[in-house]
């Protein structure tokens, strides 16, 4: 354990080369904290979205033009869903630096000790720019902006086409909305989220999305090639996708079906959209 007479004693100094970050001249690692202690798990002022989430400490280190910086880890965050939704997708866990009197703002109750260790990646990148990765606000509030930083990584298609109905009858001009939403930066897996309305803002409901993988690669061989959706009430559809080439085909009742190329890439997604076949009929001439 950790004393307070071994503050400084049991701490060691780490260097780091850049001059405008704080902790590329001396800063204290494991310091010890009469409050705070690595291993506790507490429960804190969480936001409606992070239901039954708690934080555990890591890691507690001194900086000199910082202060104590306290390294957590937040389970049960939801990034997927927005301020006010139903939360549905809070099992994400977030790892960052925080100044110590704002995680004393944060905090209610110390529940137990449980080990967890942060990623190095986490805290080497923390290294190299400390104070800009060191936040001053409470818990909630970098959950926050944490999120709008994640959610600034959806990638978003809007397009507006045209659905000719069968037989005959008024053409329905409709938008397309595609985004490119980021389920973990680790994983190559993506969530295409769609939504589907009319003319008049009115959404298309029912309406089936498939797209199908133009070529299966090698090294994934049991890849799904098809998946398809359908839209809900709102107009909405998700479907999971990888990178790749795709065809997408839209279909709705009592219209000609929508057909072109899903291209999906780590940057970006686009959608070419096949023209509808021109009408020929014999015409008398005079």
């Given at each position: 354990m950790i004393t307070p007479v071994a503050?400084?004693?049991?701490?060691?100094?780490?260097?780091?080369?850049s001059t405008l970050n704080p902790c590329a001249g001396s800063y204290t690692q494991n310091v010890w904290d009469p409050r705070f202690t690595p291993g506790q798990r507490w429960s804190y002022h969480t936001r409606p979205l992070d239901k039954d989430s708690t934080l555990t400490i890591t890691k507690i280190d001194y900086v000199p033009d910082i202060g104590f910086v306290v390294h957590i880890m937040v389970d049960h965050v939801d990034f997927d869903d927005k301020s006010g939704d139903r939360p549905r997708n809070n099992v994400r866990r977030e790892y960052f630096a925080i100044r110590r009197d704002s995680l004393d703002a944060s905090v209610l109750e110390r529940l137990d000790i449980s080990q967890v260790a942060e990623p190095d990646s986490v805290y080497w990148r923390w290294q190299t720019n400390c104070a800009g990765l060191t936040y001053g606000t409470t818990v909630a509030d970098t959950l926050k902006t944490l999120q709008d930083a994640y959610l600034a990584q959806r990638l978003t298609l809007t397009m507006q086409t045209t659905l000719a109905p069968i037989p005959s009858g008024k053409p329905e001009s409709v938008r397309l909305t595609l985004s490119q939403l980021i389920i973990n930066e680790q994983s190559p897996i993506r969530e295409l989220q769609g939504q589907l309305s009319f003319k008049d803002g009115s959404p298309v409901k029912d309406a089936r999305i498939e797209i199908t993988l133009t070529e299966i690669p090698t090294y994934n061989p049991d890849r799904k090639a098809s998946t398809s959706a359908k839209t809900n009430s709102d107009g909405v559809f998700q479907?999971?996708?990888f990178a790749g080439s795709y065809n997408f085909n839209l279909t709705l009742d009592g219209f000609r079906s929508k057909t072109g190329t899903l291209f999906v890439s780590a940057t970006h997604t686009s959608l070419r959209l096949q023209p509808e076949p021109q009408l020929l009929c014999k015409c008398s001439g005079k």
């Open positions: 503050i400084l004693a049991l701490a060691f100094t780490a260097q780091q080369p479907i999971p996708v």
